[in-house]
């Protein structure tokens, strides 16, 4: 039951990680399950310990303050898998989802990073969640920073 007029917007700003990937069990250098298998154990299972953003959003979504999601997305394969999922999920649940790409955040050389694309990765993601949030008090929305 919501506990808020549903005139107000709420805007959660919620970086992805890859939980929902090690929560089904997969590992590093296996092949990554389909988008539609992700999906499914968010639809049929527990959400909750499916994925850490989705967790950490439950309790505003039953509390109705969670009308608008912007996911930030590190530029890998995994992320975006788990940002897809979890974006399919959340429209079916009419909340309005938006995504933003984020890269360099990779900080180990054996990742595919180094140190100063992390550094430049890390000043872009704080930029993307202060241009978020720019845009969404110029709306109006209360904002939300989800950091699971």
Known sequence: MSTTSPSLSWLHIVPVGTSQLSNAGWQPGQKLPSKRQLIDRLQKGDPRKA???????SYFIDAGQCTHVH???????????????LAH???????????????????QPSSGGDQESFRRGIRQFREKIFRAMNKAQTRKQNVLLNAT
């Open 51 to 57: 994925s850490a953003e989705f967790n950490g959003l």
């Open 71 to 85: 996911l930030l997305v590190t530029n890998t394969p995994e992320a975006q898998l788990c940002a897809d999922a």
């Open 89 to 107: 999920y959340l429209q079916r649940r009419h909340i309005h989802v938006t995504k933003a790409p984020i890269s360099g955040l990779l900080p």
